[in-house]
């Protein structure tokens, strides 16, 4: 595959002040926000949610790319322009989730491990051809007693490594996505710890796998206190650990890391990335974005409702917080911003 155009995508993917909007949900991820808030769960109501979202005016300042499921790849706005078109003539690259999903790791009934490597090499030529030029994987990791198990660490960064080479091959940028769970009573100091060991054995991986660093982008877990931990990191403390964790395992040479949000309140999210390019700004060796899912989705979904009437509403919620995130990913943000 061409090297050029792999290594163009990437550096598009981070351009200055721009993230992704990752709009991948399963069918049962999709399903269960949707039933959440007495959505109806049909085929066309998720076309037309993520119509809404694509078609929201302006967000192509502040989205690089858009990752789509497999379901909304092959789908069209109402007047009958598929998504992945909509988006490129918007100049948003399409991206599409390559993973079938964590399943129960034999051998440890604890943890996950990520499935979907069978059949990946045609899959990617396929979505290819319908305009893809970048994919996500996301590898699950859960914190808890005695847990993770090298065994789960090394399956998942295995199958991601795997992945990103088939990827490459094809002329996709591969998203490489190792979570760690903010699930949990542990504290920051073992967030820390836990993502040290998962980001180097990841980056082990991908050299054993032969992987073009600079072909790539990963899309990291923040260091952040579990959910349950009654001691929560402060704003700034999150910022620090999560980029000395970065600066001490991710090669300078990876094009950016774009974060996931992983269930943080929204402003949350954007506080902790405006931080880290606040407090090291000109001091990284790659670009720091998003790579949101629900801190981006949440308020629009929650305005839109499955109505047409409140089409426009959601759109600006969105834009809203797409807004907030590109001034965050240039370290720019205030939560004046929010009024
Ligand atoms: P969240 O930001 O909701 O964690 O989703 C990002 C994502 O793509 C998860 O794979």
């Not at 979202?53 to 858009?66: D, E, H, K």
């Not at 992987?211 to 923040?222: A, E, F, V, W």
């Not at 996931?260 to 790659?286: C, K, R, V, Y």
């Amino acid at each position: 595959m061409d090297a050029n155009e792999l290594k163009a995508t990437a550096q598009a993917m981070i351009a200055q002040g721009k993230g992704i909007l990752a709009a991948d949900e399963s069918f049962s991820t999709a399903n269960k926000r949707f039933q959440q808030l007495g959505i109806p769960t049909t085929e066309e109501m998720r076309r037309a949610y993520r119509e809404m979202l694509f078609t929201a005016p302006g967000i192509n300042q502040f989205f690089s790319g858009v990752i789509l499921f497999d379901e909304t790849i092959r789908q069209s706005t109402k007047s009958g322009i598929p998504f992945p078109q909509l988006l490129t003539d918007a100049g948003i690259l399409p991206g599409i989730k390559l993973d079938e999903g964590a399943k129960p790791l034999a051998k440890s009934p604890h943890e996950l491990v990520t499935e979907g490597l069978d059949g990946l090499r045609d899959r990617i030529t396929e979505y290819y051809k319908m305009g893809a030029r970048f994919a996500k994987w996301r590898a699950v990791i859960t914190i808890g007693q005695q847990i993770p198990s090298s065994r789960c660490i090394e399956a998942n960064a295995h199958a991601l490594a795997r992945y990103a080479a088939l990827c490459q091959d094809g002329g996709l940028v591969p998203i490489v996505e190792p979570e760690v769970l903010m699930d949990g009573d542990h504290t920051l100091e073992r967030s820390f710890e836990v993502h040290q060991e998962v980001l180097n054995v990841v980056f082990e991986q991908l050299y054993r796998a032969g992987i073009d660093l600079d072909q790539m982008i990963l899309k990291p877990s923040m260091v952040i206190s579990g959910v349950d931990c009654p001691e929560q990191g402060s704003i700034e403390a999150v910022a620090k650990a999560t980029v000395k964790c970065l600066l001490d395992a991710v090669p300078a040479s990876v094009p950016g890391c774009a974060f996931l949000s992983g269930g943080q309140a929204d402003e949350t999210a954007t506080a902790h990335l405006n931080a880290m390019n606040q407090i090291f700004a000109g001091e990284l060796p790659w670009a720091l974005t998003f790579s949101y899912g629900r801190a981006l989705q949440q308020a629009a979904m929650q305005t839109w409702m499955g109505e047409d009437a409140n089409v426009a509403a959601a759109q600006k919620a969105l834009y809203h917080r797409a807004q907030c995130n590109s001034a965050a990913a240039l370290g720019q943000y205030d939560s004046g911003m929010e009024k």
